[in-house]
């Protein structure tokens, strides 16, 4: 894993230049559409409405429920304002748009998954639940209703729907001092007869064959697709295209939708590269494009249950 000496020499222009996996790929963010809060205003009792806000943050509607996976409303991803942690897409719709939430799923601190601002937005007593080693410390910032849960715990969010914290590769940190203090996780979400999955943030691992073995086949995933470059950096804990078309593969994902990019301008590669990446890495092996599809921010996708 990266230390401090490692991000200072990247950000210093001490490391060697990578060449880009897509020459010219544009350098412009995801496209968005707006979502009407009409729009979602009634979740599904079968099924389920995924709807991408950016980033990694979902909202995921059915069996009647709304859930929100790593909300980020805010318009930077840190601690403080600065030029480069800004959004570069606006969220697709307001928090004030939003039904009513049931659960937010966080799979770990870092401030692009986890945004204070929107959790306090959405009110203190929204139940949460994050990763393991977070739980007290949400509490000290006045959330009254949290539960972490261990890689491979199981909990029911309501009758009928059940959570597991699913493994991943990665780290934790909001403050130089405290890194791995808890711990990271993906969400395996069953019910409405579906299987959902939110990988969370992850570099690549045995973990998803693991997963595709226990619990497979999975009707839908949300896998991230970008902030992979420096490779030296962020091979440990970023997947790159290549390898989230082997992770889908893996977990044994009937279908899925690309995250993690088009929001954040996070690491070195164009915003508009990791798209067409996975593009070509699907072509290489014979998968059509929309199995794993890219979108705006505010797309909506519909999953029903296999038959």
Known sequence: ?????DILRWKLGGLPQEAAEIPGAPGRPAGCRMVSAAEISSPPESGWRVIWLGHASFLLQGGGVSLLVDPVFSDHC???????????????CAIADLP?????????????????????????STPLFIAEGHAEWL??????AVRE??????????PGLRLTATPAQHFTARTPLDRDRGHWCG??????????WHAGDSGYCPAFAELGQSHGPLDFGMIPIGAYQPRAIMRPMHLNPAEAVRVFQETRCRRAVAMHWGTFQLTDE??????????R???????????????????????????
């Open 149 to 158: 849960l261990a890689w491979h715990d199981r909990a029911e969010i309501l």
């Open 1 to 5: 894993m990266h230390g401090v000496t």
């Open 187 to 196: 969400w395996l979400i069953e019910g409405a007869g579906c299987k959902l």
């Open 78 to 92: 840190g601690p403080l304002p600065l030029p480069s942690l800004r959004r570069k897409v606006p969220p697709p």
């Open 281 to 307: 890495e699907l072509q290489k092996k014979s998968l059509a494009a929309d199995v794993f599809a890219t979108g705006r921010v505010g797309e909506i996708w519909r999953i029903e249950p296999f038959t």
């Open 100 to 124: 009513h939430i049931d659960a937010v799923l966080l799979t770990h601190s870092h401030y692009d998954h986890l945004d204070l601002p929107t959790l306090r937005a959405l009110g203190k």
């Open 270 to 279: 164009a915003m508009g590269e990791p798209p067409l990446f996975l593009a």
């Open 139 to 144: 509490r000290r910032k006045g959330f009254s």
